[in-house]
């Protein structure tokens, strides 16, 4: 059903994501640039999907020029106007009239995919779009904001965008803030609780949705909600976050000393959501997991910092370091003596197929030359 | 099926190279480099940046002194290093195994710019020294690009290069508009613009570290480019605009043949950038209503142009 929703050819998506997979491989240098030559033949899809260097000034160009036009050709017609509602009326026909030529003639015709050139047409058309049905006035907050979401999130699956991807995502949680914080009272106290539980959510329809069909197809949108819902479970029960935001949206008055209401729950999760995710990345050989805890890590050391060793910061920060060193360089020996499944070198073709020679070999690499002595023959033996 | 499985079987990629994706396909084996050397990044920053501190509010000027000693310990062992892990010199691209043989060659370079600002500024000596002190970093670091091959010293040399001539440029000069008004420096930034394109084509022609080739062109278009816009605006002069906009088509024109888009675009950008003050000067006020037509159309003529022209740079 989902393939009906997105606006390109499923069979030119799957090509053109096989093309980055196998680019990604030359870039490793798996496969060689001759036989890279050889592979886009046969496999180079007709969709437009220009690297960053060419994407990026056609973005900002497209972006410019098309909003120029759209001033020129409106601008005049819109000061003229004192109706809201007329306003309201030449802004959904701009918008729809941009993303349907976006739709129809860059997509359509002349088979455009994330170019740049169809981003600026539709985030623009999307701005219309949303001011349009929202009005100027953003009188429900929430609402407003509820409703961008749901454009986002339509331009995400659509288009398969990943900027419009994390729009959706910040939206949803702007827009669950803001109405627990309108509705007040205990909703406005078990917030942290519920943007953990809203981000659980998504992380489990995440997870489904990466063992369905869809996965090939969604496969960056769900790494990056994936990554994005992690981040906001820890975030949401992280003690300095539950803190500054208790004070400021509950006005509870506290001093420094004075901790507030279940302050072990949050400093329990500070420390350990961190550790729970880089278990599970150990466990899985997730290095999604272990990012996303690296960067939980360094959050609750900040954190404890803030509210533990105020007056010792730099003592602190000095031993930490120490502790990251001696754990860093650990790890190293560790990894490179054993084998558990994770490997300290980069990820190149040259330098795991001396390693796993070697590996064969049953010896350590002593010969810095070796990898320009193994030839094409002895590819295959590891 | 995988792509890779599929690619085997039809021949296109051999074994080794299928057994090689399909292990890092079912996370046989998972690499962890950049992880671990962040961490050790993060732990270095930590705890230097701890003792530093520590040193700069107890031990007043023995601490300023016992740090320059430090740097320049850690300087002369991080070089040892590099010397001893190095292979020998070669003009085509040496690769050595060490996984952080690069990152310690960039080291010695920020080491050494690190202690003698120190030095500068702690003896007073930062308005006598910095030409000087350019120059002579110059010279250490396209030494060390040459010798240990690395493109980011490489680019550290350049900017020490352009730094010796004059040419800096801080943010906060840039909003005040200090770059606008550099008087006669647009000079330098052309001279030396077309000396870093020039050696970019040396570097081609002689086979010498063939891959410096884009760092030397990203650095000579954008120096001569800006140094040519500030000397139209200074200058005011219709030379200085003729001869841009021909600068501007013969850069473009040599990048449509050779398909690199990025230099190709550069071009566009100043002929586009100049074209616009040629006509705001002959038209004066008339110009701002022309604009309104002139920029949608001029800017939108320009994308259909770039993308019904798309198999020209689909290598990029």
Same mark, same amino acid.
């Given at each position: 059903m989902i393939e009906h929703l997105i606006a390109y050819k499923i069979e030119e998506i799957e090509k053109l994501i096989r093309v980055i997979q196998i680019k990604d491989w030359v870039r490793l240098g798996i496969i060689t640039e001759e036989q890279w030559t050889i592979i886009k033949e046969d496999?180079?899809?007709?969709?437009?999907?220009?690297?960053?260097?060419?994407k990026l000034p056609l973005f900002l160009i497209t972006l410019i020029g098309v909003q120029l036009l759209v001033t020129l050709f409106f601008g005049m017609l819109i000061m003229g106007l004192n109706n809201d509602l007329g306003m309201r009326l030449i802004f959904l026909l701009v918008g729809t009239g941009l993303i349907l030529v976006s739709e129809y003639l860059l997509i359509r015709e002349f088979k455009h995919c994330n170019s740049g050139v169809t981003e600026a047409v539709i985030y623009i058309g999307a701005g219309y779009l949303g001011i349009s049905i929202t009005g100027f006035g953003f009188e429900i907050p929430w609402l407003t904001m509820f409703v961008y979401t749901g454009i986002a999130a339509i331009i995400a699956i659509r288009y398969l965008d990943l900027i419009a991807t994390a729009i959706s995502f910040l939206f949803f949680y702007l827009s669950l803030f803001l109405l627990l914080n309108e509705a007040g009272g205990v909703f406005t106290a078990t917030l942290p609780f519920m943007g953990a539980g809203a981000s659980l959510a998504i992380l489990l329809i995440t997870n489904k949705l990466f063992e369905s069909k869809y996965e090939k197809i969604f496969r960056y949108q769900l790494t990056l909600l994936k990554t994005a819902s992690l981040i906001m479970i820890y975030v949401s029960l992280n003690y300095f976050v539950v803190r500054e935001l208790s004070i400021s949206l509950l006005n509870l008055q506290i001093s420094d000393s004075e901790e507030i209401p279940f302050a072990a729950i949050f400093y329990f999760c500070t420390l350990f959501i961190p550790v729970f995710y880089l278990l599970i990345g150990i466990r899985k050989k997730s290095l999604l997991f272990i990012r996303v805890a690296s960067i939980c890590f360094l959050a609750s050391i900040a954190t404890f910092q803030v509210y533990w060793f105020k007056e010792h910061a730099v003592l602190y920060y000095s031993i930490i370091g120490v502790c990251m060193i001696v754990c860093a360089l650990f790890l190293y020996r560790l990894l490179k003596n054993k084998n558990t499944g994770f490997v300290t070198d980069r990820f190149q073709y040259e330098s795991l197929k001396v390693n796993s020679i070697v590996e064969l070999a049953g010896n350590k690499v002593s010969d810095k030359n070796l990898v320009n002595n193994i030839g094409e023959s002895e590819i295959g033996r590891w | 099926m995988g792509i890779h499985k599929k690619l085997f079987d039809e021949g296109l990629i051999e074994r080794g190279q299928y057994n090689y994706i399909e292990m890092i396909n079912d996370k046989s084996k998972v690499s962890v480099f950049?992880?671990?050397?962040?961490?050790l990044y993060v732990g270095i920053l930590f705890f230097t940046g701890g003792v530093?501190?520590?040193?700069?509010?107890?031990? @007043?000027?023995?601490?300023?002194?016992?740090?320059?000693?430090?740097?320049?310990? @850690?300087?002369?062992?991080?070089?040892?290093?590099?010397?001893?892990?190095?292979?020998?010199?070669?003009?085509?691209?040496?690769?050595?195994?060490?996984?952080?043989?690069?990152?310690?060659?960039l080291f010695v370079a920020l080491?050494?710019?690190?202690?003698?600002?120190y030095i500068q500024l702690y003896f007073g000596l930062?308005?006598?020294?910095?030409?000087?002190?350019?120059?002579?970093? @110059?010279?250490?670091f396209f030494g060390l690009a040459y010798r240990f091959d690395n493109t980011a010293v490489l680019v550290l040399g350049i900017t020490a290069l352009a730094a010796s001539v004059g040419l800096t440029v801080s943010p906060l000069d840039w909003i005040n508009g200090g770059y606008v008004s550099l008087n006669s420096l647009y000079y330098s930034s052309i001279v030396l613009g077309l000396a870093l394109i020039l050696i970019s084509y040396v570097t081609i022609l002689r086979g010498i570290k063939n891959h410096f080739r884009s760092t030397y062109l990203h650095f000579g278009y954008l120096l001569l480019i800006s140094g040519l816009l500030v000397a139209e605006i200074e200058t005011g002069s219709w030379g200085f605009i003729v001869m841009n906009i021909l600068i501007g088509v013969l850069i473009s024109f040599y990048h449509w043949k050779t398909r690199e888009f990025l230099f190709f675009f550069y071009g566009n950008l100043l002929f586009y950038i100049?074209?616009?003050?040629?006509?705001?000067?002959?038209?004066?006020?008339?110009f701002f209503i022309l604009g309104l037509y002139h920029y949608p159309l001029t800017l939108l003529g320009y994308i259909v142009f770039i993308v019904s022209n798309k198999k020209q740079f689909s290598d990029d």
């Open positions: 496999y180079s899809s007709k969709l437009y999907a220009p690297s960053v260097y060419i | 950049y992880e671990l050397r962040s961490l530093a501190y520590f040193g700069y509010n107890h031990f @007043t000027h023995v601490g300023h002194l016992l740090a320059m000693l430090s740097l320049s310990a @850690t300087l002369i062992f991080v070089l040892y290093k590099v010397f001893k892990l190095s292979h020998p010199f070669s003009a085509k691209k040496v690769i050595v195994e060490h996984n952080y043989f690069d990152y310690f060659v080491l050494w710019i690190s202690l003698w600002t930062l308005e006598i020294l910095i030409r000087p002190f350019s120059f002579v970093s @110059t010279l250490l100049v074209f616009n003050h040629a006509l705001y000067k002959s038209l004066g006020m008339d």
